[in-house]
């Protein structure tokens, strides 16, 4: 399934690359509570930009633990000791990948980072 952006859409992710790519150098302000970050995501839908490919992504972060991406690959998801965001992915071109990101939340966009870099930054709705 291929993704189509309206222009609402197309401005949303050019403003959060921009945003993404002067964002760089702050200093990363990560949650530590781990209520907090299952709180957050719970129930809510990621819609951001993958920064490694600069594309559109989506995340479903459902309240029985499971998760869907922009591609409908299904993966379990929850959130660790450290209050990162985990998940195993279930099918999909990522099947069996596993991994753990640091969440920080400021200014009403989340970004996610893997091993200090940030991979993914956007908005949640649907709470």
């Known amino acids: 399934m291929k993704l189509k952006l309206g222009n609402t859409g197309r401005a949303l992710v050019a403003a959060l690359a921009l945003s993404a790519t002067a964002g760089g150098a702050l200093a990363q302000n990560f949650i530590t509570s781990k209520a907090e970050v299952e709180q ?5 839908t990621f819609i951001g930009v993958y920064l490694r490919t600069e594309s559109a992504y989506t995340l479903r972060f459902g309240t029985d633990g499971t998760l869907t991406d922009t591609t409908g690959a299904k993966a379990r998801w929850w959130v660790d000791d450290q ?10 071109k990522l099947k069996g990948n596993t991994g753990c990101m640091n969440v920080e939340f400021e200014d009403g966009q989340v970004a996610l980072y893997s091993e200090g870099k940030k991979v993914v930054e956007g ?3 649907g709470k």
């Open 40 to 44: 957050m995501l719970s129930g809510a």
């Open 123 to 125: 908005v949640l709705t």
């Open 83 to 92: 209050a990162r965001y985990c998940r195993e992915w279930l099918d999909g």
